[in-house]
């Protein structure tokens, strides 16, 4: 099975929050992240997290980490039309490559 | 600003034919990697490098191969070996340290496609 898992389309209301999800199997876990990536373009860091922490909030993203499920979620508060794009979950162990999930597509309407 | 060029943007191949996508980088950055994305498969990885003159497999390195003769280049040949070459590819670097959390720094992109 994947090592990252993510649902593959999310639709919401502009204005209202999304909530993206992301499961990961590796416990040693050091570092989980999430990009953003528009039509056409290449991935854009967005924040990222250690795994000693359990939340993190940047403006309109917060991101929140349960160690003991293996679940990760990235908030968007106030989602925008701006905000429609494929979102990646990814997971770095130690020193190795980072693992990336398959990407879900936010659909923003009005 | 410092960042990562990739070209072409897209590109066309014709059977038969080997074609090299350009991915440079002045970040200073001392590892580079190449992605292969797929519709709804996420990003697999063809190769990457830790250092200038070497240079790893990655999952899906059949059909493809690199060269990394200076820190600032990691150009990707895809070869008439790959037989299901259209995708986008994407190439990103880190600075080096593999053991710490600094993320990647990808391009553009370039699409490829078959003639």
């Known amino acids: 099975g994947e090592d990252v898992e993510q649902s593959l389309f999310l639709s919401v209301r502009e204005g209202d929050s999304s909530v993206i999800n992301c499961t990961y199997t590796d416990s040693s876990s050091t570092y989980l992240y999430w990009y953003k990536q528009e039509p056409g373009a290449g991935l854009q860091l967005l924040t990222y997290?250690?795994?000693?922490?359990d939340m993190k909030q940047d403006q309109r993203l917060t991101v929140l980490l349960n160690k003991k499920d293996k679940h990760l979620s990235l908030r968007i508060a106030d989602t925008q039309t701006g905000d429609s794009a494929i979102y990646f979950c990814a997971e770095k162990v130690g020193s190795y490559i980072p693992t990336f999930g398959r990407g879900t597509s936010l659909i923003v309407h009005p | 600003d410092g960042g990562i060029t990739q070209s072409p943007k897209y590109l066309f191949r014709k059977e038969g034919q080997n074609v090299t996508l350009s991915c440079e980088q002045n970040l200073n950055h001392d590892a580079m990697y190449w992605y292969r994305q797929d519709p709804g498969q996420g990003l697999r990885l063809i190769y990457y490098s830790q250092i200038v003159n070497d240079f790893q497999k990655g999952d899906i390195a059949e059909g493809y191969s690199v060269s990394r003769e200076k820190k600032e280049s990691f150009p990707l040949t895809v070869t008439s070996a790959q037989k299901n070459p259209t995708a986008f590819y994407l190439c990103?670097?880190?600075?080096?340290?593999?053991?710490?959390?600094?993320?990647?720094?990808f391009g553009d992109g370039t699409r490829l496609s078959i003639l």
């Open positions: 990103a670097s880190t600075p080096g340290n593999r053991g710490g959390g600094q993320p990647q720094h």
């Open positions: 997290i250690f795994s000693n922490m």
